[in-house]
């Protein structure tokens, strides 16, 4: 087996998504100290630099999610801490955060997704700003916080009315989709891997903060019961995105899937680069349906980060 190693897990922070990043780095110094690694557990507040000076770990376990673990800031930290860290980079991760940046950066490449532009909220109720139905999200958060679905004439007012209450209201700006129906798809990729492809089926309709994160609220099926081509199509994008945008360690990119238009109706949402780690969570769950552990994935993360350079 490899070398025992000294690991700091960072988590919680104080993005909207603590809970769940407290979860991951929970999950993944367990399954590191039953691999034999020294960890430590660092929750993240704003004297992390010099608990990690003085914690001096032989690499960092990322187990943020949202800001700042998961958009350059911490990474750009790591570099000029001289620490090895897994998962992406400072640039990668300013880039996908953003849901607009990944839009400019894949499309051109070929990656199809959603049409849709930015939006000043101001401007939603003068009038609406696609045709219905459409979505309002806004560009840098995670877990569905924000996210909004314009739907019949009566949704909201017509257009939205400014004494409606809804999530927009939070943000001055949000990037506003066409609503694609049908189906929920996710596919995660493990260095130069696609894994499988879940479909994730909420009891409520919305695959909200609740049906993501509520035990029994929504199913998941993996590997999703779709033709062999619209599979082969996901994993396909999903490495393509990886590596267009230079991910490192684990990825997991979101589909909507209109199963009415066949492979023309796949359109990737975005890519996650610090996925949830969670035992549960969709990346674990897709990398033990093909005979790898949780530690073992822990483990393959933790690999790829001692071959990047310290930046
Ligand atoms: N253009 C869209 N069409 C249909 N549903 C969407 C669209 N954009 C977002 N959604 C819904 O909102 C959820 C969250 O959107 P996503 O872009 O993945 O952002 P995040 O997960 O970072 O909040 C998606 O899983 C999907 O259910
Ligand atoms: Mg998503």
Redesign the pocket.
């Known amino acids: 087996m490899s070398e025992k190693l000294h690991i700091a897990v960072l988590m919680g922070g104080w993005s909207a998504e603590r809970p769940v990043s407290l979860m991951s780095g929970e999950g993944v110094a367990e399954a590191l100290e039953s691999l034999g690694h020294k960890v430590t557990r660092i929750d993240m507040d704003r004297d992390v630099a010099a608990k990690l000076a003085a914690a001096k770990p032989d690499v960092v376990f990322n187990a943020l999610h949202g800001t700042p673990g998961e958009d350059g800031t911490v990474q750009g930290m790591l570099d000029l801490m001289g620490l090895k860290y897994t998962h992406s980079g400072l640039v990668t991760s300013v880039i996908a955060i953003d849901?607009q940046l990944t839009k400019q950066s894949l499309v051109p490449q070929g990656i199809p997704m959603?049409g849709?532009h930015i939006v000043s909220t101001a401007s939603l109720y003068e009038r609406d700003p696609l045709p219905r139905p459409?979505?309002l999200?806004p560009v840098n958060?995670?877990?569905?916080?924000?996210?909004a679905?314009v739907t019949a004439e009566g949704n909201y007012g017509n257009p939205i009315s400014a004494e409606a209450k809804g999530p927009w209201q939070e943000f001055d700006e949000l990037l506003a989709?066409?609503?694609?129906?049908g189906r929920?798809l996710t596919t995660a990729v493990l260095g130069d891997r696609a894994l499988l492809v879940t479909e994730?089926k909420?009891k409520s309709g919305?695959?909200?903060f609740d049906a993501k994160y509520t035990d029994g609220l929504t199913e998941h099926v993996c590997p999703a019961e779709i033709p062999d081509e619209i599979a082969e199509a996901c994993k396909q994008i999903a490495l393509d995105a990886h590596r267009l945008l230079g991910c490192k360690g684990a990825s997991r990119s979101?589909f909507?899937w209109d199963d009415d238009l066949g492979v023309e109706g796949l359109?990737l949402?975005?890519v996650?680069t610090q996925p949830g780690m969670t035992p549960l969570s969709l990346v674990p769950e897709q990398a033990k349906k093909l005979g790898m552990s949780y530690p073992e994935l822990v483990q393959a993360i933790v690999d790829e980060a001692l071959e990047a350079d310290a930046g």
Request: glycine share 10%; hydrophobic share 30%.
């Open positions: 849901k959603p849709g459409y979505v999200k958060e995670g877990s569905s916080v924000g996210v679905i989709e066409p609503f694609i129906r929920e994730l909420p919305f695959y909200d979101d909507r359109f949402l975005e996650n």
